[in-house]
């Protein structure tokens, strides 16, 4: 079995930061893309940023210069720094991990999801 368990997600005001962390466990082989996506009341999911096995990233127009994602590979864990955040980043992070286990081929796991919420 493998599980994605997320930290970090709070309450802040406007302008400051937060670090959300998503960490992979159990009978995991290999790792390609980890991807942080986000989800606000009466929205559809959306990605937000993603990083691929050799550290090439991408970001939501929305994100770029505030949001930066990185990887552990050696803690199968992936970050979200969060910087200059803005009322409208309010929504709860979910990490997505593609992921080969032993026991599975390929498969996209999710993790329960941190509420981060941004107060002006």
């Known amino acids: 079995q493998v599980q994605l368990v997320e930290s970090g997600g709070g309450l802040v005001q406007a302008g400051e930061s937060l670090r959300l962390s998503c960490a992979a466990s159990?009978?995991?082989?290999?790792?390609?893309?980890m991807d942080w996506y986000r989800q606000a009341p009466g929205k559809q999911r959306e990605l937000v940023a993603s990083?691929?096995?050799?550290?090439?990233?991408n970001y939501a127009d929305s994100v770029k210069g505030r949001f930066t994602i990185s990887r552990d590979n050696a803690k199968n864990t992936m970050y979200l720094q969060m910087n200059s955040l803005k009322p409208e980043d309010t929504a709860v992070y979910y990490c997505?991990?593609?992921?080969?286990?032993?026991?599975?081929?390929?498969?996209?796991?999710w993790g329960q999801g941190t509420q981060v919420t941004v107060s002006s």
């Open positions: 997505q991990m593609n992921i080969q286990s032993y026991l599975r081929s390929w498969y996209g796991y």
């Open positions: 159990g009978s995991i082989r290999s790792i390609d893309h």
């Open positions: 990083v691929t096995s050799g550290d090439m990233t």
